[in-house]
Each structure stands twice: as structure tokens, then as C-alpha cells.
């Protein structure tokens, strides 16, 4: 502990994750343009897959059968895999009812009517066999009125109770999942109900989905304080540097965004002073690295002014050589932070990173 910052380790089936760690994902079963030793060797513990998507294609039955999520993708490392709650309520317009059974919806494949319930979002998981399985939860966007929030909280509760008595697969970890928007009141109704379900660790959900920067950090701060000391803390969805020192300042462990990736297929890089955009004509003849002293496989070959061609040129080097680096900036932005608690001198380490972020796109 270094004030609230911890630093530990999270024992899964398929081995341990040093905390606080950044989680690379893998949507639909590949961190995309990568292959899983390239991901290893950034340094990356633990891999995201997506319950929506993989339940839809090529089907958890599929992925059971041919002996689960980490021999089908060729990753022997610890697997989290999300509930599918997040896309399912995010794709709004494919809702056709939400109740306290379920929620029907229009999947985004083929269009046919779908039913997820929370037994449903366990037997997916049970299926893929991941490390971690995410409970359903129901995420509301920002700025709904209280009572949808608290609609959303009450559910969120009921569906966790069911999910938490449902098989799972040999050795696989539960988390569940707290909302509330951004209602102090409701969030704390919604953590304290989550936690008192006593899950293998707790997931701060529905953040960093729109609303002011400022009230993320502040419920975050307020949130997990109040979540089990002696489980793991994961906050859904964030990635960039900021937010990531933000939170493992909270108290967080675990963190995950594909921010990284696909930044990298837009054409731009992630450094300690901010974003490059690779396209810009300023690069041309630019001879360094993407970033002086990055350890990466791109920059210890190639220059930006190269990466910048495959870029204007759609090469599909471009986005992997971006994807490698983006990745394995934040996973050293994450193990400088580990180093940093270990030591007891994360203020120090977060104000100095912060000042040389600039965070403008040049
Ligand atoms: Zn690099």
C-alpha cells in the first residue's frame, strides 16, 4: 500500500497477475493484429474476451467443445472474459425489453431476437472457460434520470444473486459488478449490495462512459474505498494514461480499454508527452522512434517517418507496429506505477508522469 495505490497478486487457473495491471483486449478472441507471443512478450498477464461476441461468433459451444477459449486462441495465460452487459445496454437501439428476468435484444450479427439472463451469461463463461467471469449487469448511459439509475441498480443486484449460485467452470474466479452512474447515493447502495455477495473481486462499472472527468475520479475514490480490502478492484473501461494513474491512485487493481489498439489503427502513437499523429506531414523525414527509449519491437527498428508511410500507404504494418507500441507503453506506464507503490513514491511517480503529459495531438 503507498496511501490508497496498492500493488499484489491475483492467483488465477492459469497463473498469477501482478497488480495493478493493464489488460490488453481481445474482443473476439485476438488482441487485434497481434499474435498472443507478441502480446506475452510486451508483457501483458492477462488477455480480455468478449462473452457478446463470442457467444454469437464462432459460438461458446464451438469454443467449448474444441477445448475452450485458451486453446482456440492459442493463449495459455490468465483469461478475463467481460459479461456481454456492457454491449448488450450500449447498442441501445437493439433493445427490445429489459425485466428483471433478462433482456431481450437484436444481435448485432445477424439481427435475430436474443435473450441474455444471468444463468445464461455464467453457462457462456462455464463454456469459454475463462480465468475471471464478469456477472451481467445492466449499464445505463449517462445523464438517465434517477429513477432508470436506481431501476438499473436494483436489477444489477438481483441478477448478481442468481449469477453468483450459477455453475461455472473448473477454477474460475466471479466478479461482480457495481453501477449507479454518477448518484453518490446510488453507488454506494449498489457497491455495498455487490460486495455483500462476497465475489472473488469487485468491478466499478458504467464509469468513463461520457460523463466529466473530474466525477470519474471522485466516485472512483469514493467507490473503492468502500470495496473488500482483500479482493481485487477492476475499473471497466479506461486506458489512457491519465485515468490509469487516476485509478490505480483510487485503489484499483485491474484496468482494461482498447484505447491502445485502436488508437494504433487510426494511425497514432501513445508517449509519456501525448499523442503522435502519425499522418501528419511533420513526420516525413522524421528519423526517430515513435517514442526515445520505448523497448518495443517498433521502435527499435523503425522510424516514424517509415511507420508514417504504412500508415498513408493502409500497409497493415502500420496499425500492428502502432499496436505494439501503444500496448506496451501503458503495460510500463502500469509496472513503473507497481514499482513505484512498491517503493512507497506514487505521488511522486503520477505528478511527474502528469507533467509531461501534454495530451494534445500534435
Ligand atoms: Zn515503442
Redesign the pocket.
Known sequence: MDGAARAGTLRTAHGEVRTPVFMPVGTKATVKTLHPDEVRALGAQIVLGNTYHLHFRPGDELVRDLGGLHRFMGWDGPILTDSGGFQVFSLRDTIAAVDDDGVTFRNVYDGAETRFTPELAARIQENLASDIAMCLDQVPPAGVPRRTLEEAVRRTTLWASRQRDAPRAPGQLRFGIGQGGTDPELRRRSTEEIAELGFDGNAIGGLAIGEDREVTFELTDAVAAMLPADRPRYFMGIGDAEGILEVIEAGVDMFDCVLPTRTARTGS?LTATGRLNLRNARFARDER???EG???????RFSRAYIRHLVNQNELLGPRLLS???L??LIRLTDGARDAIERGAFAGYKRDRLERLQWADS
Do not use: G, K
Open positions: 502513437a522512434p515513435l517514442e520505448c523497448d518495443c519491437p517498433a521502435c527499435a505494439l507500441h501503444n506496451r507503453f
